[in-house]
Structure formats: structure tokens, C-alpha cells
């Protein structure tokens, strides 16, 4: 089975701090995502990832930066988290493909007081 | 006006019920279809993924996309208490970056 670990369920943080999302994945995917979901505007990607070191914008990148070092991780990184980044952060990984599935995690709730 | 376009609900049905659940979009580009699922504290997972128009069915659940009308549809027969969840629809074109319905939550009533 696939399967997309994130480093947190839960996470609190504070206004102004630094915050790093971990994801990984076991099945040697070319794909991964972040997306974060908020109720009345569903899953919006905020960066994607088509190979080590490769990466591309989404719908809503602003304060968000992202890194690939490794094919199985890649990390959403807050430069300095607003109230407004308060959300469900959701990772995936495909398969490069028409076809091809996108396997999620189980997401990470992050509130920024 | 957002490219997909699906009915947040909540809906909530009793036991045995048939489900409709629906999605329009506006991009003609879009070519592939599929339809997930998420449980409560849980990240989606696929349900349904289908290429062209017409009917896809899978033991209780069947998708249908219109190209022509840009709606696609999921119908569940038979629903069961643990359909509730929340249903995406999500679509794209040949590359890889899907884009997602808000989500309908769905309540199956014992």
C-alpha cells in the first residue's frame, strides 16, 4: 500500500515563527503536493513538486516557500506564520502520468494564535 | 467564478437511499474525472476516476460525466451509514495538478 506520512496531526504555533510541514512518502512517487483545505473553499494547492529540487507554484503560494531534497520528503515551510495560514494542510504523491492517482496523507491541522 | 463548482451541502439521507452528488466546471481542458472521498480526520482517498463521457459503475457507486453539459455526477444506491463522509470532485487536463469541488458533506441516517 502507499503511503503518505505527515511529520504532525496537530501543531500550534505563534504569530511571527518559523513553521516546517514534513511529508513522506514510501513508493518512489515523481509527484508531490501541498494543499491546504478550508471549509467554503475545499483542497487549493499551494506548491507542487515534479522531481528532487523541481518544484512549482500553486493557486495560493504566497508566505509559503517549499523543499524537495529527497525524493520521499518534501517540506512546506512558513517563513512567518500569520493567523490566516490557520488551516488543515494536506500532502500527496503521484505518479508522473495522466492517469495517475494522488494518495494523500492524513493531514496536519496547524492554528497560528 | 471558480472553475468547479459543487453543492457544500450538508445533505443527509436515511439508510437505503439513493445519493446524487454533482459538480459543474468551466474548463473545456479538462479531461480526466474522479471523484474522493474523506472521512472525518482523514486525507482523501479515490473513490472514482473515469476518462471520457458517459457511465462508470463499481458495486454501489457510479460515476457519470457529461463533457457536453461540463457536470459529472456520483451516484451512490444503497447507502450505508459509513458513506457518511465528504465527497470531492476533482478534475484536470493531461498534466498533473488537479483542481477540487469544495466537497459535499454527506450523513447516511441509520
Known amino acids: 500500500d502507499v503511503k503518505v506520512t505527515q511529520s504532525s496531526r496537530y501543531l500550534v504555533k505563534r504569530t511571527g515563527e518559523k513553521v516546517f510541514l514534513e511529508c513522506v512518502q514510501d513508493?518512489?512517487?515523481?509527484?508531490m503536493f501541498w494543499y491546504r483545505q478550508d471549509p467554503g473553499l475545499g483542497l487549493r494547492l499551494i506548491y507542487f513538486?515534479?522531481?528532487?529540487?523541481?518544484?512549482e507554484k500553486g493557486d495560493i503560494p504566497e508566505g509559503y516557500s517549499v523543499s524537495r531534497e529527497k525524493k520521499e520528503r518534501f517540506s512546506l515551510i512558513l517563513e512567518s506564520a500569520s493567523t490566516n495560514q490557520t488551516s488543515m494542510y494536506l500532502c500527496?504523491?503521484?505518479?508522473?502520468?495522466?492517469?495517475?492517482?494522488?494518495?494523500f496523507g492524513p493531514g496536519t491541522r496547524l492554528t497560528v494564535l | 467564478q471558480k472553475e468547479v463548482e459543487q453543492d457544500p451541502g450538508p445533505l443527509s439521507v436515511p439508510e437505503g437511499a439513493i445519493v446524487s452528488l454533482n459538480c459543474t466546471y468551466s474548463?473545456?481542458?479538462?479531461?480526466?474525472f474522479m471523484w474522493y472521498r474523506q472521512y472525518s480526520r482523514k486525507g482523501p482517498e479515490l473513490l472514482m476516476y473515469t476518462y471520457s463521457s458517459g457511465n462508470k459503475e463499481d458495486g454501489r457507486f457510479t460515476a457519470q460525466v457529461d463533457k457536453s453539459s461540463k457536470y459529472i455526477s456520483l451516484f451512490i444506491r444503497d447507502s450505508q451509514p459509513s458513506d457518511s463522509a465528504t465527497y470531492l470532485c476533482a478534475m484536470k487536463t493531461s498534466g498533473s495538478r488537479l483542481t477540487f469541488g469544495e466537497g459535499t458533506q454527506l450523513t447516511v441516517n441509520p
Open positions: 474548463n473545456s481542458a479538462f479531461q480526466y
Open positions: 513508493m518512489d512517487h515523481e509527484n
Open positions: 500527496a504523491s503521484s505518479l508522473v502520468g495522466a492517469y495517475n492517482e494522488q494518495f
Open positions: 513538486s515534479y522531481d528532487v529540487k523541481m518544484k
